[in-house]
């Protein structure tokens, strides 16, 4: 009778304290006839374009209000699922952006001090001009790999706002 005394205590206090558990808040892109969503959280980075707004916005997501299909950003608000037309992923982006302007920087400084040290008395070679050339080429190649995939919603795609939250409830 001992043993079980701890074991009521610790499982009446796990049923009062966890009566309302938010599992996950998703904000998902679904395509009509695939079964391939694109999820969103809280936390991640997104861009969007509104439907009466021109211009692109880049916001993080704070939280998301399923009731009212809201999604709440960090210090900018907050904006209603059906007033977006576009919408892409932007956290993979930024490095490989970052990794391309780095190429036109070398390649920059290559053509740079290539043409300085010919004004200083150097033999100018071909390299001065091919490897600028391969850097900016492979930078802009690399930019345009790491393009973001842009969803336009509409008849075929949707976003759709999912709280998997649960109450437990105790009778």
């Keep these: 009778m001992n043993f079980l005394t701890p074991l009521i205590c610790t499982t009446l206090l796990v049923i ?13 892109i679904e395509k009509v006839g695939s079964h391939k969503l694109v999820r969103f959280y809280p936390g ?4 969007f374009k509104l439907k009466n707004a021109p211009g692109w916005f880049t916001r993080r997501i704070n939280d998301i209000d399923a009731e009212q299909d809201l999604i709440l950003f960090e210090k900018e608000g907050f904006v209603n699922i059906n007033d977006i037309s576009h919408i892409q992923k932007t956290a993979a982006k930024a490095k490989w952006r970052g990794m391309a302007n780095s190429l036109y920087v070398f390649g ?3 053509g740079f001090w290539s043409l300085g040290g010919t004004l200083l008395g150097d033999e ?12 900016c080429v492979l930078g802009s190649t ?7 995939k842009v969803w336009k919603m509409g ?17």
């Design 124 to 135: 100018l070679t071909w390299l001065a001009a091919i490897v600028p050339a391969t850097a």
């Design 108 to 110: 920059l400084n290559w």
């Design 142 to 148: 690399i930019k345009w790999l790491a393009k973001g």
């Design 155 to 171: 008849k075929r795609r949707r976003l759709r706002v999912l709280d998997l939250g649960f109450s437990l409830a105790v009778a």
């Design 16 to 28: 009062c304290c966890t009566q309302n558990v938010n599992a996950q808040k998703i904000l998902q």
């Design 44 to 47: 991640n980075e997104v861009t």
